[in-house]
């Protein structure tokens, strides 16, 4: 099938690459399917574009990048919406807001987005900690 999207052209998908939001995300409650594009010749960041809507595309990155360490408790009822068996399933990533100075980019990590990569079912997370920022700054200055 063919996606002609707003930014990244036409790009091509199969019926078994679109993952199901059954909620939406927050602000785009009406869009429930969406496909991950990788961006040509990066290796760090992706999208997650509605097929419903051509100008919608969120930029992703894995959390995992950006602190070694990150961790938390999937809730037990998101297992269940997500029907998720096994660690291995799932896919975590959060989404990135660009600014046209690099330095300024940041990713939410207060909010990951959980994706079931076996029954492409996702959803998105909002942790209730105070351990992880809205805006976590993607590049940190280097005091060296």
Known sequence: MELITKYHGVREYEAEDVIMFKKGLPGFENLKKFIILPIEKNEVFSILHSIENMNVGLVLISPFDIIKDYEFKIPD????????????????????????????????????????????????????????????????????
């Not at 990533?93 to 660009?98: I, K, N």
């Not at 809205?134 to 280097?142: A, C, D, Q, T, V």
């Open 77 to 144: 009822n998101y297992i269940l919406e997500l029907q998720i068996m096994k660690p291995e399933e799932v896919l975590v990533l959060t989404t990135v807001t660009l600014n046209s100075n690099i330095k300024n980019m940041t990713t939410n990590l207060k909010a990951p987005i959980i994706i079931n990569i076996k029954e492409k079912l996702g959803e998105q997370l909002i942790l209730d900690n105070d351990k992880y920022k809205i805006k976590e700054p993607l590049f940190k200055e280097s005091n060296n």
